[in-house]
């Protein structure tokens, strides 16, 4: 249909895992108001590490970011959540 196309939001989630410097530096730009847009590319790994589907999502920046919730007491694992806005997504065949 004409019109401006809208598309959800993406989130990621995920174990916490080493900082990447570049990653989390686009991430702190929330913080600063300065976001940048960027193309993202998402890859679902098999066993092996090796791409079994692979997403790219076009002009996207990150618009909220959850760390875990740690309590002293409890046992959970340490999940943060990562929602990024974008204005496309496409399916990449390997």
């Known amino acids: 249909m004409p019109g401006l196309r809208k598309f959800s939001n993406v989130t990621l989630k995920r174990g916490i895992v080493k900082a990447d410097n ?23 790994l098999n066993e092996s590490h090796e791409p079994v589907m692979t997403w790219k999502i076009h002009n996207a920046f990150p618009v909220k970011v959850e760390g875990p919730g740690l309590k002293a007491t409890g046992n959970e694992v340490a999940i943060e959540s990562i929602e990024i806005a974008h204005e496309g997504l496409e399916l990449q065949n390997e």
């Open 22 to 44: 570049d990653f989390f530096k686009w991430l702190s730009t929330i913080k600063l108001n300065q976001v940048e847009r960027r193309d993202v590319v998402i890859s679902l």
